[in-house]
């Protein structure tokens, strides 16, 4: 079945970053001129997403209404010269770069039941999932790759990168070996493990594929790590039952909800940037000498 959903968790709290998300979504914070979601929602369209659900809580409007059209600023740029028709158009297709819609996740507990939200949006079909704090650019869309994992094996597909040992109790741990290329067969998992836990260094890092049947394990899956609901905790029932997929995707990963990840998509982007990209790079050097 072809994968034509997307479900984008944005319902966190962003508290590793405040003060700057008290009032703004970590969603909504930019990487040069784009909000970090749009990375997302680009992501998913080049992949072949055509309808997504972004599930948000109180205080998160700034991203639906990013996602809407605004008559009276677009009023004003129609009666630009050229720069401002090339923004113009800009804006619009961002209200039209798929179908998107939003549902509110009214309790803050945990990415297992903010998944849980989507049932009614997905059906029976399989879907993909792009969490909201990982921005990931590459030539080739990271969902896609999981996407085209899925088609191949009919199971469900994780998105994974090796971490450090001393990083890996933030992630999760997965059991893997080797199926072909960068695809690994994926047979338990565990969120958050201690040392002595730790299954290998492979950690899913934001993006995975599900089949429907997740929601019915989600509804049994007792609350995890933080007290919340896991997802993790549900693809490990589903790992241990029918086996998973774990794709090493290729492309940078920014972690949106880090301070330092922040600042390295904005300086990384920004020196590719076709407009400030050269500006920016002869900036850095001169920085440079100074530090």
Known sequence: MKITKAVIPAAGLGTRVLPATKSMPKEML??????AI???????????IRDILIITNRGKGLIEDHFDRVPELEERLSKGGPEKQRILKEIIEI?????????????????????????SFVGNEPFAVLYGDDVILGKDPACAQLIRAYEEFGKGVVGVKKVSKEAISKYSSLKVEPLHDNYYRCTDMIEKPSPD???????????CVLPPDIFDIIDHTEPGAGGEIQ???????????DGMVAVEFTGRRYDMGNKLGIMKAQVEVALQHPEIGADFRAYLKELCKTL
């Open 30 to 35: 930019p990487i040069v001129d784009k909000p």
């Open 38 to 48: 749009q990375y997302i929602v680009e992501e998913a369209v080049r992949s072949g």
């Open 95 to 119: 209200a039209h770069k798929a179908n998107i819609y939003f549902v509110r996740q009214k309790e803050t507990r945990g990415l297992g039941h903010a998944i849980g939200c989507a049932r």
């Open 197 to 207: 836990e730790i299954l290998s260094l492979y950690a899913i890092l934001g993006r």
């Open 231 to 241: 997802l993790t905790d549900a693809m490990r029932t589903l790992a241990r039952r």
